[in-house]
């Protein structure tokens, strides 16, 4: 998510005495919550509109393929199904699963756009400054404070932990035979961030292994935390990151989009059908500072950060689909979508992933992750018993790791005197690493010990990179791989 205490670097075009407003006066957040409803009760009657079944029901069937303004928030579909995949060379036997994904669909990480939104329409409100439209959105800030409140920030929604109960099934019906050959003694592993959606994540696709095969619980063996290998970018050693992803260098490429003329017209068209002209006009005056109650470092100083705190909402909401979450696709118009995603989207792009093309600081990394499924695959042919090893992590590993692997749209960096745009660069989180995004390689051995390895991204079979050269079709030996990504 975009700081939006960054944008204010944009000088307003005159700077009247500024209106502060902090939920820190407020004792609690259910007190919040309940002047909100007060307020709101005698504003408008009407209930939030939620996502309806059809929604909910497509959310299974969208492909990753598609675009989505929702970028990183995208929820998590397939990209391939069981019918696409290719038969290994003959005489090879599955012997190792090393897969690692994201966390599945959860709730805002922490209590920012939607505490922001409230306080800027309870604004607006007392200045009886509301459209039609935008006294709906009061109801929907609420609805959405109401859901975390009881979900708790940060943590998985249910379509989070369906997601990965589903990718269990599929992982077991694509290995349907090899599975039920296993050994007794053939152990799973199951790694994670030490966050709690990652290590939900976890759970939930362990629970849906064993709803369809319950006769594999002994094979799990207790689950545990290591950074280093699925949290590299916060565990120790990882400050030279920090000072890049917080430095001068991406504030300016940041400021850019931000300050952007591209950017006010898109805040305008966002909040003209929810405000009076003359609020809209105090916002980009910068009349108002309003500070998000756990954050500081979270405002909204003008209206282009208001707009970008709506558009937050408007990006989770469809994680939270199953909690009954209101429809923010009413609040966003089409035609600002695409932009405001691009920003987002370069948030992503300069910060997990391929990033300035004179260094390799936003992905390097990702490298700890990759040698730990290759010491496993490794292992494994040589006899270990660990047949599989299941990581659940985050966005800020699975984009670096597709970029450090050279895979498909997930490669191409950033002249520095060229910023990205989507002309210009085929990088979408949306594809790259929607929730739920994984990447599984399939390990295969032979009886003259040679080992394969072959990768599904998003459960679709994808070519490693392009220096490194292919056995079989999708399949590649394990040496070659060591060899061309220069892992001893």
């Not at 917080?246 to 850019?256: E, F, I, L, Q, T």
Request: aromatic letters at 10%; charged letters at 20%.
């Amino acid at each position: 998510m975009l700081h939006r205490h960054s944008s204010a670097t944009r000088a307003p075009s005159s700077t009247p005495a500024r209106l502060q407003f902090d939920t820190k006066r407020f004792v609690t957040r259910s007190a919040l919550l309940a002047f909100s409803m007060t307020t709101l009760l005698g504003c408008s009657s009407a209930s939030p509109a939620s996502f309806t079944q059809d929604d909910k029901n497509a959310l299974s069937v969208r492909s990753t393929a598609t675009v989505t303004y929702y970028t990183s928030k995208t929820p998590y579909a397939p990209r391939a199904d069981l019918s696409s995949y290719s038969v290994p060379p003959s005489g090879y036997q599955l012997i190792s699963i090393q897969h690692v994904a994201r966390h599945g669909s959860r709730g805002l990480s922490s209590p920012d756009a939607d505490d922001l939104v409230l306080q800027l329409w309870l604004q607006a409100q007392r200045e009886q400054a509301l459209t039609p439209l935008g006294k709906e959105l009061g109801a929907a800030v609420v609805s959405m404070l109401n859901i975390h409140h009881d979900l708790g920030y940060g943590q998985l929604s249910e379509l989070g932990r369906q997601e990965h109960r589903d990718m269990a099934v599929r992982l077991i019906q694509r290995h349907a035979q090899t599975l039920v050959n296993l050994p007794a003694t053939a152990a799973f592993g199951v790694m994670h961030s030490g966050r709690s959606r990652a290590r939900d994540s976890g759970e939930a696709f362990v629970q849906g292994w064993l709803q369809a095969r319950p006769e594999d619980q002994q094979r799990f063996q207790p689950a545990f935390a290591d950074e280093h290998v699925v949290y590299f970018h916060s565990a120790e050693g990882s400050e030279g990151y920090d000072d890049y992803k917080d430095g001068p260098r991406v504030a300016a490429v940041m400021d850019g989009y931000l300050n952007d003329p591209r950017t006010q017209s898109a805040s305008r068209e966002i909040l003209e059908p929810l405000f009076h002209p003359s609020f809209i006009d105090k916002l980009e005056q910068g009349a108002y500072q309003f500070v998000a109650y756990d954050d500081a470092d979270d405002q909204i100083n003008n209206a282009d950060d208001a707009a970008l705190a709506i558009y937050d909402l408007f990006s989770i909401a469809i994680n939270l689909s199953l909690e009954n979450a209101p429809d923010f696709t009413r609040f966003i118009p089409e035609p600002t979508r695409e932009w405001l995603a691009l920003i987002d989207d370069a948030d992503s792009f300069y910060g997990r992933g391929p990033g300035f093309a004179d260094e390799d600081i936003s992905y390097a990394a990702a490298r700890n992750l990759v040698v730990d499924m290759v010491q496993r695959a490794e292992a494994a042919a040589a006899g270990n018993q660990e047949f599989a090893m299941f990581r659940f992590t985050h966005a800020q590993a699975l984009m670096p790791v597709a970029t450090w692997l050279g895979l498909p749209e997930a490669t191409q960096s950033a002249d520095p005197n060229l910023p990205y745009s989507y002309s210009n660069n085929p990088w979408r989180a949306a594809i790259i690493a929607p929730m739920g995004a994984n990447i599984q390689w399939d390990v295969y051995r032979n009886e003259q010990g040679q080992t394969l390895v072959r990768m599904l991204w998003n459960e679709q079979e994808t070519p490693f990179a392009k220096h490194c050269q292919a056995y079989s079709g999708y399949f590649y030996q394990l040496a070659e791989l060591k060899s061309c990504y220069e892992i001893e």
